[in-house]
């Protein structure tokens, strides 16, 4: 049995053009996968933006906010399994967990815009006056990226409770999805590997 496997292990090791990201691709191939790629991505985010804009977000209560922002957690790593579960089985794994990223990160960020945006709404002095959904955007961005301009800042205890759980949880997204997806591309070439080698 353990013949087997150092059989297996040998078997990807001598097959490193397998291994590769898209190398069984001809570079016009190539090209097209990752113009379909950045079109399918930015076309997702525009279309998650657009949704942020334009859905009616004038009438919440502080529970409202709480259970959207549970929510929209809740959606988010729902979307992140998917995207996880896209990744093992495509056929170009890399590029799908470039589209994952570019995607998990905007909607991570526009999630905390929705928060601020609603609790600016609820209560007035949450960040010293009403936020525009362009000002939480900003807000929510410069939290994520920990820029921190000063020109937004949380005022009452419940907005700075929501800002630093951001806070916690941009170490945890960055840490933990990143490698998700980097250990579902891994997970993907072992997979392929091994296919080839039988």
């Known amino acids: 049995m353990v013949h087997g496997e150092e ?15 898209n190398s069984d691709l001809s570079l016009r191939e190539r090209r097209r996968l990752v113009i379909v790629a950045v079109v399918r991505t930015g ?5 998650v933006v657009a949704i942020y804009f334009l859905l009616p977000l004038d009438h919440s209560s502080s529970a409202g906010v ?34 994952a990223l570019a995607l998990s990160v905007p909607l991570y960020v526009l999630l905390f815009a929705t928060t601020y945006y609603l609790m600016a709404r609820t209560n007035e002095s949450s960040f010293g006056g009403l936020l525009s959904r362009s000002d939480a955007l900003y807000f ?35 840490g933990l999805v990143v ?12 997979r392929r590997a091994i296919e080839s080698s039988e």
């Open 140 to 174: 929510s961005t410069t939290v994520f990226t920990t820029v921190g301009f000063g020109d937004i800042t949380a005022k009452t205890e419940a907005a700075r409770l929501v800002v630093t759980l951001q806070m916690w949880l941009d170490l945890v997204f960055l």
């Open 43 to 47: 076309l997702t985010i525009a279309l």
């Open 179 to 190: 490698r998700i997806v980097v250990n579902a591309i891994k997970f993907n070439q072992r």
């Open 7 to 21: 059989e297996t292990t040998v078997s990807a090791t001598e097959a490193p053009a397998q291994l590769a990201p």
């Open 66 to 99: 709480v259970a959207e922002l549970t929510l929209g957690v809740l959606v988010l790593a729902g979307i992140i399994a998917w995207q996880v579960r896209s990744i093992v089985g495509s056929d170009h794994p890399t590029s799908r967990a470039v589209e």
